[in-house]
């Protein structure tokens, strides 16, 4: 959905409208915030994988005598601070990586007609948060950030493609490991299975999180090269 016809349709109702030139907004902070919590909430969610093995792995051995009640309850209590550690992390990483991407946006509107962009300024931001929408929206936001600013014309976008794909693999796959825990009896086999999902969602967020890191440096870079040429 973001090819020719796309490009074709783009400056009606999704794009913003033509206005005076706006000020360069910073964007080399935020990128470099990002880039240290992103990796950082990558390693507290291969920690909560970590967890639901030692779940599994704490019942299984109660179930064979070789715990006890006391090893149930360190197991909960370690998952409880990777889970809150979790959630810190990813919203501080997403609140940096938001301020990142508003910037990047308004600048990128500076380096082309700003109906090159499709959608409009209020969509970067709530993109995010539209259901069913926000499977393609941010994906069509960074592309066309990533057009505006690549010094290669047509610029491959390969590397967002690959990264919104693990990035929309790894959100139904970790939504999908709630009924395991919402299940009204939590068994061993479930904890198990509810592991190795963990697993594969992990490994999913680990390469969405490298690609998103490699992603916004270089847009940066490119925004940054322009300012510096005096082009922006």
Not at 117 to 140: H, K, S, T
Not at 155 to 182: K, Q
Request: aromatic share 10%; net charge positive; charged share 15%.
């Amino acid at each position: 959905m973001d090819g020719a016809q796309q490009d074709r349709t783009a400056g009606t109702a999704g794009a913003a409208p033509a206005g005076p030139p706006q000020r360069f907004r910073a964007v080399s902070g935020p990128a470099r915030a990002a880039a240290l919590l992103i990796p950082a909430a990558t390693v507290a969610n291969a920690l909560i994988t970590v967890s639901d093995w030692r779940d599994y792995l704490v019942v299984h051995a109660y179930r064979a005598g070789t715990a006890t009640v006391a090893d149930l309850r360190a197991a909960d209590t370690f998952g409880l601070w990777v889970s809150i550690s979790q959630v810190v992390l990813y919203c501080a990483a997403g609140a940096v990586f938001l301020v990142w991407l508003w910037r990047a946006r308004c600048n990128a509107e500076r380096y082309g007609a700003r109906t090159a962009q499709r959608r409009a300024r209020g969509w970067v931001i709530g993109g995010w948060f539209a259901p069913v929408a926000n499977l393609w929206l941010p994906y069509q936001v960074v592309t066309d950030m990533w057009r505006a600013c690549a010094p290669r014309r047509p610029a491959p976008r390969g590397p967002i493609a690959v990264w919104w794909a693990l990035f929309v693999a790894d959100t139904l796959l970790s939504r999908s490991m709630g009924h395991y825990y919402l299940a009204k009896k939590i068994t061993e086999s479930g904890l198990r299975d509810a592991a190795a999902l963990s697993t594969v969602c992990a490994a999913l967020d680990l390469a969405a999180a490298v690609l998103i890191v490699v992603i916004l440096t270089r847009i940066t870079a490119w925004q940054n090269r322009w300012r510096w040429q005096g082009k922006g």
